[in-house]
C-alpha cells in the first residue's frame, strides 16, 4: 500500500512538471507536428509531385521579358542617292522661286524709276515755267513817265498786265488818272505796247518796241500790251 502512494506521488509529479513545462513553451507543440498547407492534402506519395509542379509553375511576380528594339536597317546607297536628289530638287524649286520673285520685283522698281523720274521731270518743267513766267512778268510791261526823258522824279507807273485797255483813268495798281498824262514811257524787252490819242482806240495809233522812249509824239488815252 506504501509502495502504490509512492508510486501515484511519482506519476502525480511528472505529470506536474510536464505541464509547466507546457505552460513555460505553448509553441512547441506545433512545431512538432507538421504544418500541412491549407487546401493541400498528403495522401501516400502525392505529395512529392504537388511540391515539383509547384516548384516548376512560373512565378506570378515575375516579369515577362521586355523586346528588345530593333536596330533600323543601314541605308542603302541608292536609297542615299535619291534622298540628295530629293534635297537637289528642292534647292532647285526655292532657287526658281527666288528668282521668280526678284522677276516680279523689277517692272515694280521700273515702273516705281520711271514715276519718279516722271514727276522730276513735271516739278522741273513747272519749276522753269514759274520762271519763264516770272522772267516774262519782269521783261513784259510799259512804263509810264508823267514827263519828258524818263525821269525818275516825275509821277510814274508800270504797267505788267497784258490786255487792252480803252481808257487809263483807272489803270490797275495806279495811284493816279493816266488818261492824257504820259510824256514818255520804257518798254520791256518782252514787250510790245500800241498807244491811241483817244479813249476806246480812236484815232492814229503808234506801236513802240521794247526800248526808252524819253519823248513820244503825243500822250496816250488808250493802249494794248502784248508780251511776247
Known amino acids: 500500500m506504501k509502495r502504490t502512494l509512492q508510486k501515484l506521488r511519482y506519476v502525480g509529479l511528472l505529470l506536474l512538471l510536464v505541464l509547466v513545462a507546457a505552460a513555460c513553451n505553448p509553441d512547441d507543440g506545433d ?11 498528403a495522401v501516400g506519395g502525392d505529395a512529392a509531385p504537388a511540391a515539383e509542379d509547384d516548384a516548376l509553375a512560373p512565378s506570378a511576380a515575375e516579369e515577362p521579358p521586355v523586346p528588345e528594339a530593333e536596330e533600323p536597317a543601314p541605308e542603302t546607297p541608292a536609297a542615299a542617292e535619291a534622298e540628295d536628289a530629293d534635297d537637289q530638287a528642292d534647292a532647285e524649286d526655292a532657287e526658281d522661286a527666288d528668282a521668280a520673285d526678284d522677276a516680279a520685283e523689277e517692272p515694280a522698281e521700273e515702273d516705281a524709276d520711271d514715276e519718279e523720274a516722271a514727276d522730276d521731270a513735271a516739278d522741273e518743267e513747272t519749276a522753269d515755267d514759274a520762271d519763264e513766267t516770272a522772267t516774262a512778268a519782269g521783261r513784259c510791261f510799259v512804263h509810264l513817265y508823267d514827263g ?16 487792252e485797255y480803252a481808257d487809263l483813268s483807272d489803270l490797275p495798281g ?19 505796247v500800241t ?28 493802249l494794248e500790251l502784248t508780251c511776247d
Not at 148 to 153: A, F, K, R, V, Y
Not at 174 to 192: F, H, I, Q, T, Y
Not at 195 to 222: H, K, L, N, Q
Open 31 to 41: 512545431a512538432a507536428a507538421p504544418a500541412d498547407e491549407p487546401g493541400t492534402t
Open 148 to 163: 519828258e526823258g524818263l525821269d525818275e522824279s516825275d509821277d510814274n507807273y508800270r504797267l505788267e498786265e497784258p490786255g
Open 174 to 192: 495806279a495811284d493816279k488818272d493816266w488818261d492824257d498824262e504820259a510824256d514818255s514811257l520804257r518798254v520791256g524787252a518782252n514787250a510790245n
Open 195 to 222: 498807244v491811241w490819242p483817244e479813249p476806246d482806240f480812236e484815232g492814229d495809233s503808234t506801236d513802240y518796241g521794247p526800248g526808252d522812249y524819253a519823248e513820244i509824239d503825243f500822250e496816250p488815252r488808250s
